[in-house]
């Protein structure tokens, strides 16, 4: 029994976290139990921006294949002033960041990037996924874990060596260690709400993106306390769009309902083409976003948190999805690397990963502060990017783009 759970893990929830390192642990000779709460697996939010770091993860695993049919490649990201339109800055993507990070930088419907996970995962027959299954209790022990499984109103136990939490922002894992420790903490609303719309390309609204954006890039549009973000999905037949502004807490959930007067409030003065936009795109739904700050990822008994369970961070960096694509893949390779001594390889792991994540959550906020900054300081960004050319503009990501994970954990 016992060298069966050292080779068996069961994972707590089958978004792009679960998905990911269910095929990392699988990849290494391991028995998956990949447990979701939701009936049927339905992608939450729209679009989603994934950079080379984490693109090569999914080629990796021959994940990227079945994705680039409906994703695009943005040729740059751009920055524009909300107010004048005027291109602020210009990072060149498209065949540059291929040659200049090995892999591709994408832009995708979230939908069509758990599709392709899926696809991959039913190829694998290591992975067991069950679906309308909540991982409700959690119980460890010198053999191991066990972990309790609510499904269909019934109950089971999953036995394994390991229990990865990849549940989200409200990991139902992370609030069972809470309720047991202070180093496991809930959530925490961060005070901004993202606005998000899909449109199409035909549609009005995508007629009117097409008038002040690029319909082949990543364009942000940068106003004191509002910024936008707009780039196509599914092979560009639809334009996803994100704004964020200030607000105050809603439900505890992907989305909720909030009034439509704060983005409209918040975009008070920027050009009027870009209010047509945000008009012809409505209704508009709204997501909190949450942060989510622990002490630790994981416990010495067999417990790990990965990507927003452990570390949910604000969107300005575009690296929700890529961090915990990042996580699952050295996760499974230091615990590989440990199999005898898992306490030890939790250690190493979170050493490793924790510099890279808070590193990135500070760019994040860099971000934030300029694109929302006025008055002197957005003269200060302006003349700041004014000086930097698109190719010193690459330069200062290739730390974040340019990562691979360390070949022997791998």
């Not at 939701?38 to 729209?46: D, P, R, S, T």
């Amino acid at each position: 029994m016992r060298e069966t759970r050292s080779r068996q893990v069961v994972i707590a929830g089958a978004g792009v976290a679960g998905l990911t390192v269910a095929l990392a642990f699988a990849e290494r000779g391991y028995r998956i139990k990949l447990f979701e709460q939701a009936q049927h697996l339905e992608a939450a939010g729209a679009g989603i921006q994934l950079s080379p770091n984490a693109t090569c993860i999914l080629r990796q695993f021959g994940v990227l294949d079945r994705l680039l049919p409906t994703a695009v490649r943005p040729e740059a990201v751009v920055l524009k002033d909300a107010v004048t339109l005027r291109e602020l800055a210009r990072v060149p993507l498209g065949q540059v960041a291929e040659t200049r990070w090995g892999a591709p930088y994408l832009v995708a419907h979230r939908a069509d990037l758990q599709s392709a996970l899926m696809a991959r995962i039913a190829e694998r027959s290591e992975v067991e996924l069950v679906t309308g299954a909540r991982v409700g209790g959690v119980a460890t022990g010198p053999n191991g874990i066990t972990a309790t499984v609510e499904i269909a109103g019934t109950t089971i136990e999953a036995e394994a060596s390991l229990l990865v939490g990849a549940d989200g922002v409200w990991s139902s894992v992370r609030e069972t260690l809470a309720r047991e420790g202070a180093d496991f903490r809930r959530s925490r609303f961060s005070g901004e709400l993202a606005w998000r719309a899909t449109v199409a390309a035909d549609s009005l609204a995508g007629q009117a993106f097409r008038v002040i954006g690029a319909p082949d890039c990543v364009t942000t549009f940068l106003y004191p306390g509002f910024h936008m973000v707009a780039y196509p999905v599914s092979r560009g037949a639809v334009f996803n769009l994100a704004a964020f502004t200030k607000g105050e807490r809603i439900a505890e959930s992907w989305s909720g309902h909030a009034d439509p007067a704060i983005p409209a409030s918040a975009m008070r003065g920027t050009a009027p083409a870009l209010v047509r936009l945000a008009s012809e795109a409505a209704p508009w739904t709204a997501w909190p976003i949450h942060t989510v700050e622990q002490r630790r990822w994981t416990t010495p008994e067999g417990i790990a948190l990965i990507g927003d369970a452990a570390h949910a961070m604000t969107p300005f960096a575009a690296q929700g999805a890529a961090m915990a694509i990042e996580d699952a893949v050295t996760l499974a390779g230091f615990v590989a690397s440990s199999p005898a001594d898992l306490s030890s390889a939790f250690v190493a792991w979170e050493q490793a990963r924790r510099p890279r994540v808070a590193q990135v959550a500070r760019r994040g906020a860099l971000n934030r502060l300029a694109w929302h900054a006025a008055g002197p300081v957005a003269m200060a960004r302006n003349l700041f990017l004014a000086m930097r050319s698109p190719e010193k503009l690459a330069a200062d990501l290739d730390w974040l783009y340019g990562w691979r994970a360390d070949a022997r954990r791998s």
